[in-house]
């Protein structure tokens, strides 16, 4: 590729995004432009897929509203997304949850992901790094 486009596309990409996967519930907020006005809107969903990579990377979120699923996609580095935020991570062994849109009410719900607390993390750091030269009993 030609050097002035990879600069200005480097320039457009945003760097403060979250770590984003399959099956985390985000809130997404969007600028809305109406007429001259501008406001903010917070679009909240289950994150179906994400697909693409560098400018073009986007991610599809859905969620139900008044009965009826409603499916958005949204670009990463698009200028319009105000910001992303993850209320919760799910647990998924797969790509992409299609087999979502098939079912309704609770069954639409994924399992939450654990998370290390900060005192387990502290605990593997002490048992992971010996002192140099000296044995370690593996119980």
Do not use: C, W
């Not at 719900?109 to 605990?123: A, G, Y």
């Amino acid at each position: 590729m030609n050097l002035k486009i990879i600069e200005f596309l480097s320039k457009r990409l945003k760097k403060d995004l979250p770590n984003v996967r399959v099956g985390d519930t985000v809130k997404v907020t969007v600028r809305i432009k109406e007429g001259a006005k501008e406001r903010n809107q917070n679009y909240e969903g289950v994150v179906l897929k994400i697909k693409g990579s560098g400018i073009n990377k986007t991610f599809t979120v859905r969620r139900v509203f008044q009965g009826v699923g409603v499916e958005r996609v949204f670009f990463f580095h698009s200028p319009k997304i105000e910001k992303i935020t993850i209320i919760r991570s799910g647990k998924t062994r797969r790509a992409k949850l299609y087999y979502l849109r098939e079912r309704i009410g609770k069954s639409t719900k994924l399992k939450e992901k654990e998370k290390l607390t900060l005192e387990s993390e502290s605990e593997l750091q002490k048992e992971v790094i010996p002192e140099e030269g000296k044995l370690v009993e593996i119980k």
